[in-house]
Each structure stands twice: as C-alpha cells, then as structure tokens.
C-alpha cells in the first residue's frame, strides 16, 4: 500500500481559487468511489472536508469541492480565505478493507 | 454531540507495548465502525486499522500486521488500540476516528479523537 502523491505545497491570493490533485492507481482511487478530503490546521486533529469524492458535510462551506478523474481525485478550494490555509491530506479506500492517505499538502495563502 | 475522547500521553521504552483508548459518546457506538491512523512527527497521517464494534472484527494496514490489536469493550462504548514491540519509529499521535458512513464504511473519518502522543525512547 504506498501513499497517494499529492503535491507537498499549493499557495493562492485570497480570492483566488485552488486545486490539490491526489494521483493513486488503479487499486485505489481509480476502482473506487470512496476518496475523502481532510483539512488540518498545526496541532490540531484533522477534520473532514469531502467524502465519497464530492460529498461535503454538513457545515463545511460551499467554497470546497471534490471530484475525480481515472486514478486522480481533486479538491478545489473557490474564494481563498485567510483561514484556508492548513495542510490537506486526500484518503483513499484500496480495497480488502484497508484504506491508504495522500502524503498531504500544505497550502499557502498568500 | 458526538464525541471521541483518547487516553492521555505515554512514554514508552523501545520493545514495549502501548495501548491507547478511544472512549465514544453521543451515539450508538455498535452503529459506526473506528479507524485508528497515526501521523509522525511532522509528518502526514498514515491509516493503521478499521474495528467493526459490533462484532470486534478487524482489518490492519500489512505495515502493522503482527504488531497492532484492535480491540472494544461494548459496554463501556471504548475501542482500543494495541501496539507492540515498539521502535523510535512509532513515536506519533495516534487518532481515534468514526468512519460516519454507519453500519458500513467508506472512509468518512468523522469525528477524529484528540490525539494520544506516545514517544518511544530510551
């Protein structure tokens, strides 16, 4: 099981709009529709952002989005806020009940 | 509301073990099954484990196989996570999180437990 690639940094103005791709394989991301995106602020536990890659909880602003492409899921952050900025991991199911992460991405508003 | 409280801090030699609890509340814990992940100093997070809490069944990451026990007591709505013969390596936080699918799982970490530090050192 070796991690999903994820760019190890993004940076945007406020205002802007960003992307974060999660490349997996054909074992992962590709055969399933069970990818999930965590944001997580320094000392703090992560809290999830999209599930079922483009699902968003209750609560989470609109601003976020996810999507997928073959064995590439995304998460697009519209409108860049101050308080965007924090490291992103994506999540993956890989089937016999296992799961792998993204090695994550720190995004920085400039 | 929902929510996973962890066991405090622990210091740990290199070859023992360490057993972190995860105690839920606000919900039917026999409803959603309970991820452990880990995430190294600095480092990202790194899914560990998956226990069904209704019939203790359980599925590890290969890296751990042999080495992690993931076990629940029902009756006090607790999951716990069992780690041996540890090395400097395992030095992390280790999360307790819901996978809020209910009944099923796919992957929606959600809640996450507020982390246990465990550091293994001489």
């Known amino acids: 099981q070796s991690a999903l690639t994820q760019p190890a940094s993004v940076s945007g103005s406020p205002g802007q709009s960003i992307t974060i791709s999660c490349t997996g394989t054909?074992?992962?991301?590709?055969?399933?529709?069970?990818v999930s995106w965590y944001q997580q602020h320094p000392g703090k536990a992560p809290k999830l952002m999209i599930y079922e890659g483009s699902k968003r909880p209750s609560g989470v602003s609109i601003r976020f989005s996810g999507s997928k492409s073959g064995n590439t899921a995304s998460l697009t952050i519209s409108g860049l806020q101050a308080e965007d900025e924090a490291d992103y991991y994506c999540c993956s199911y890989a089937g016999s009940s296992t799961w792998v992460f993204g090695g994550g991405t720190k995004l920085t508003v400039l | 509301q929902v929510q996973l409280v962890q066991s405090g801090a622990e210091v740990k030699k290199p070859g023992a073990s360490v057993k972190v609890s995860c105690k839920a509340s606000?919900?039917?814990?026999?409803?959603?099954?309970m991820h452990w992940v880990r995430q190294a100093p600095g480092q990202g997070l790194e899914w560990m484990g998956i226990?069904?809490?209704?019939?203790?069944?359980?599925s590890y990451a290969q890296k751990f196989q042999g080495r992690v026990t993931m076990t629940r007591d029902t009756s006090t709505s607790t999951v716990y996570m069992d780690l041996s013969s540890l090395r400097s390596d395992d030095t992390a936080v280790y999360y307790c999180?819901?996978?809020?699918?209910?009944?099923?799982?796919?992957?929606?970490?959600?809640?996450w437990g507020q982390g246990t530090l465990v550091t293994v050192s001489s």
């Open positions: 999180a819901r996978d809020s699918a209910g009944g099923t799982y796919h992957g929606q970490f959600d809640p």
């Open positions: 054909s074992s992962d991301v590709g055969s399933y529709n069970f």
């Open positions: 606000g919900y039917t814990f026999t409803s959603y099954y």
């Open positions: 226990i069904n809490p209704t019939g203790g069944s359980t």
